[in-house]
């Protein structure tokens, strides 16, 4: 199983976006994390596709876009044609989820779904089989610099049960309050692929940050 580390480009210096792309593209990092916010999904606005394109244009690494957006059914052929090469849309959002999903790999792109906080992973029951994704929201969506929320473990526990025979390539996904702090406990619950925004960019060297996180996955699988 490959871990996955996707620092989160909201965070990035958008002064000086170029040069925080490209030091996600020569440092260990396996995505980008594209956090895109409408100001009514969630209390805060980010950017749309201006931005996306501009990341896309000097991005090597995929990019993994988050729709905290509500009707994104609308959005998703523009942000598949922008250069998302995943798109994670939010269980809360869609009114058929089902549909939504199909929508996103008629793009072209991979299919995730993103679960807030109060929401049970129960309710991916009867999608799980075409999903690629799941995000496990360990913070309240629409700001960064929150606190973990702990139940976090005991859904990433449920999650990995159900997919057990049914998809077990499932990427489980955690985003919120990630960091060097807690990254081996979130594989040992579970997760293989982890959002860090803060975590990365608010440290001295964001390489070396996303380095030690690396080599926290490798020393985690040889346990």
């Known amino acids: ?5 996707a620092p989160s480009i909201l965070s990035a210096d958008f002064g000086n976006l170029q040069r925080d792309i490209e ?4 440092s260990e990092a396996d995505w980008f994390h594209v956090d895109v916010m409408d100001g009514v999904f969630v209390p805060n606005i980010s950017f749309g596709f201006p931005v996306m394109a501009a990341v896309k244009k000097h991005a090597i690494k995929p990019l993994d ?3 905290m957006i509500v009707e994104p059914d609308k959005y998703i052929e523009d942000f598949a044609k922008a250069g998302a090469d995943r798109i994670t ?3 809360e959002a869609c009114t058929h989820l089902h549909r939504t999903i199909q929508l996103i790999k008629a793009s072209g792109c991979k299919a995730g779904v993103a679960l807030n906080p109060h929401t049970p992973v129960t309710l991916l029951q009867d999608v799980i ?4 994704l799941v995000l496990i929201m360990s913070v309240n969506p629409g700001f960064g610099g929150q606190a973990f929320i702990h139940n976090t473990y005991k859904k990433i526990k449920d999650l990995k049960v159900m997919i057990q025979g049914v998809n077990e390539n499932l990427i489980i996904e955690v985003d919120g309050g990630v960091g060097l ?6 594989i040992t619950a579970g997760a293989n692929a982890f959002v860090a925004g803060n975590a990365v960019f ?3 060297s964001p390489t070396q940050t996303i380095s030690q996180m ?3 996955t490798t020393s985690t699988i040889s346990i």
């Not at 702090?181 to 979130?186: F, K, S, V």
């Open 1 to 5: 199983m490959k871990y996955i580390i």
């Open 89 to 91: 849309v939010h269980y």
């Open 65 to 67: 876009v988050h729709l």
């Open 214 to 216: 690396k080599s926290l």
């Open 202 to 204: 608010a440290t001295d």
């Open 181 to 186: 702090q807690n990254i081996a406990t979130l």
């Open 23 to 26: 030091m996600i593209n020569q």
């Open 129 to 132: 089989e075409d999903l690629d």
